[in-house]
């Protein structure tokens, strides 16, 4: 089992940064790759990025790229979301997720095995 909790969302104008950061229990996260998904209200959740157990390897939806920066620090068995250059559009609930069932380039939320509860990120204009 995997204990997943996100923290660091919160409300930014547009052009500004956050850190969303994803803190994990189990014996399994530091052999599992783990990825960020983001849902906005009325629309399906979302792929954000994604990065394998040893950090090496990373993949990120084209509308993130060059933006945001996943990372992990198994030490601390923990994943971030390093997200500059915010939009309106980034608007969402951001979860979470692990053991996804294809590795780092697995895009598909049903995929993962566990989630977060998610944590809101609003950008004003």
């Known amino acids: 089992q995997v204990q997943l909790v996100e923290s660091g969302g919160g409300l930014v104008q547009a052009g500004n940064s956050l850190r969303l950061s994803c803190a994990a229990s189990?014996?399994?996260?530091?052999?599992?790759?783990m990825g960020w998904f983001r849902q906005a209200p009325g629309k399906e959740r979302e792929f954000v990025a994604a990065i394998s157990w040893s950090g090496g390897s990373t993949y990120y939806a084209d509308s993130v790229k060059g933006r945001f920066t996943i990372s992990r620090d198994n030490a601390k068995n923990t994943v971030y979301l390093q997200m500059n250059n915010l939009k309106p559009e980034d608007t969402a609930v951001y979860y979470c997720?692990?053991?996804?069932?294809?590795?780092?380039?697995?895009?598909?939320?049903?995929?993962?095995?566990?989630w977060g509860q998610g944590t809101q990120v609003t950008v004003s204009s």
């Open positions: 189990g014996r399994t996260f530091s052999s599992s790759a």
């Open positions: 997720a692990a053991d996804p069932k294809f590795g780092v380039r697995t895009t598909t939320p049903r995929e993962y095995r566990y």
